[in-house]
């Protein structure tokens, strides 16, 4: 398997598609898939298929294609699906809300280990399984229980500060839903924005 | 300029990024950027960003760079954001008011011109400037209005259903959070997916 630094971020997004796509062949009783339907399924030509897996030592046979069971492991191991990464959720409005009621954080392997806002009503109740503690409580939750990903479902002013105060007490990566750009020096871990505008101007583009 | 369906997907997400980056520099008053800032600022190389540009006939001059405000219009016009596409938020619940309240519709140059739910408590309140109609009324509004898209933010297992219903309607496209797939031979207009996990997984892997 090559150096993690080495596969381009192009990649790794085609291979959490093929994740999603797979677990979807799975759950319907597809045993195996040849690169060319999968290639048909995710509107990309066989021989790239073959290219991205092969990045990672490819997992296919010819004339047989790929076990979908097989795969689908070996493609959670390269994306650390399995390796029980925690969550907090910063920010229990509407969007939060709909995270945690809606969202399958198990499905990407994630367990949502607690959840802050501000609001005085929220605090105490509990959404899609989890109590809402005052914001308060986050950073000697995330200094005593160490969650891997902080998820930024806060408003866009006082993303930067809390930011800023969780890399300190000690968060892995950031799953960023606000527009603000996190991508400053103090910032020290990795950052994935969510753009919702970019997805509805490629639809834009597609009318 | 090529004929858009010779244009990858990939370059059309670029082109959305390139735009959003473009209007945050506007906004810091950068009047003209080279490919070589664009290309750190977006984490790409200055070759890829000039070559993604040529596929529209490129609009940079060689020692100068390229005009800030001519780049955004340019793109702008590529990806349809001129055209005043209309669009109706179909469920408003959590995510629903997440998007009415907070997603900036206008930068995509997008107008919601309605909403819609089934719940008695949210109907006839007004969310992000925009009254929440029954369900009942979307078929004859969309049959009126002809709006270009309609958001779908309603539960997965009413979506295909309502998409149907819409695509009959004369709707244009879809932008889709539910997890349903609209890949149908009945849905036949374009359908963007906003696939959260894809996302969530390629920071797992960056963790």
Known sequence: MPNKKDVSTAVVHRLARYYRCLLDMKNRGVGRVSSKILAEVM???ASQIRQDLNCFGGFGQQGYGYNVDNLIHEIAVILNLDKGHTA???????????LLNNFNFARAGVRVAGA???????????????????????????????????VLTLPRI??????????????RGFWNFTSADLSLPSITVPVENVHFSESLMTLSYRL
Chains 1, 2 share one sequence.
């Open 158 to 171: 006082h993303a930067v500060p809390v930011a800023e105060l969780l890399c300190q007490a000690g968060i």
């Open 88 to 98: 907090v959720v910063v920010g229990a409005g509407n969007l939060g809300h709909a």
């Open 43 to 45: 509107g990309l030509t």
């Open 116 to 150: 802050f806002d501000t609001d005085p009503k929220l605090i105490g109740t509990v959404v899609g399984g989890v109590t809402i503690r005052a914001i308060g409580e986050l950073e000697p939750f995330v200094q005593s229980y160490r969650p891997d990903i902080a």
